[in-house]
C-alpha cells in the first residue's frame, strides 16, 4: 500500500477506521524527511495491512500544532486510536522493522486498562469531595 497524505479533515477518519496508522510528519524542505521518505515507502509496501500516512507541516499546520510536533522528521504509530510511540528523528530501515513489530506486538487490552487506571480519580481526589 502506497502512503497517504492526511489532512485535518481525514486524520479522524483514518484513525478511527484503521487499527494501526503509522504517521510521517514532514515538510519538503527538511533533509533529513527527504532522506526518510524511501525508508517509509518501502514499509509500508511490506505492510499493506497497515496504513502509512504523511502530513506535510507546511500544508497542514493546524494537525501539526495540535500534536505540537516542533521537529520533522516525527514518526507517530497510532493503534486502535491510541498513540503508542511519537519521536522525532528518521528511523534506518532496521529500526523501523523493529517499530512496527513491536507495535503489532503490544496488548491493547494491557494497553486500556493502564488508561482506565490512570483516569480514575486518586484519594486525594475522593478526600476533596
Same mark, same amino acid.
Given at each position: 500500500? +502506497?502512503?497517504? /497524505? ?10 478511527k477506521g484503521n ?9 519538503a524542505w ?9 525508508v517509509?515507502?518501502k +514499509?509500508s ?8 500516512a ?8 493546524g494537525?501539526a500544532?495540535g ?10 504509530a ?15 530501515q532496521?529500526?523501523? /522493522?523493529?517499530?512496527? +513489530?513491536?507495535?503489532?506486538d503490544?496488548?491493547m487490552?494491557?494497553?486500556?486498562q ?7 480519580? /486518586?484519594?486525594?481526589d475522593?478526600?476533596?469531595?
Open positions: 500500500m +502506497a502512503t497517504v /497524505d492526511l489532512t485535518e479533515s481525514s486524520f479522524s477518519d483514518t484513525i487499527p494501526i496508522v503509522f504517521v510521517d510528519f514532514w515538510a527538511c533533509g533529513p524527511c527527504r532522506n526518510f521518505a524511501p517509509y515507502e +514499509a509496501a511490506s505492510n499493506p495491512d497497515i496504513v502509512f504523511k502530513v506535510d507541516t507546511e500544508a497542514e499546520r494537525l500544532g500534536f505540537d510536533i516542533s521537529s520533522i522528521p516525527t514518526l507517530m497510532i493503534r486502535d486510536g491510541v498513540v503508542l510511540y511519537s519521536q522525532a528523528g528518521a528511523l534506518p532496521e529500526s523501523l /522493522d523493529n517499530l512496527i +513489530a513491536a507495535i503489532r503490544v496488548d487490552e494491557a494497553v486500556r493502564e488508561i482506565a487506571i490512570s483516569n480514575e480519580p /486518586d484519594i486525594h475522593k478526600i476533596a469531595e
